[in-house]
């Protein structure tokens, strides 16, 4: 079977007009926005934001992967 990647995926949903993903791109940005805003204050550029079980992984300002706790407890720590 052919394997589909996320990347396309996502460009199916988007251009066959099965998604607004625009729409969800806003959407998820606005529910990030206080926490965002209050790493803004403090500094912060790459931060992680904790919220519904999720992980949202920010990157200089970008979020760059949405982890649940199955990824987070399955990763283990690099060696320092």
């Known amino acids: 079977m052919l394997k589909v990647t996320d990347h396309a995926l996502v460009r199916f949903l988007d251009r066959s007009g099965a998604a607004e993903i625009e729409a969800l791109r806003l959407t998820l940005a606005h529910s990030l926005e206080r926490a965002r805003l209050g790493a803004q204050r403090a500094g912060i550029a790459d931060y992680v934001i904790v919220a519904d ?10 979020l760059i992967t949405v982890l649940d706790a199955d990824m987070v407890q399955g990763r283990r720590r690099r060696r320092r």
């Open 53 to 62: 079980g999720l992980r949202y992984v920010v990157k200089d300002d970008a």
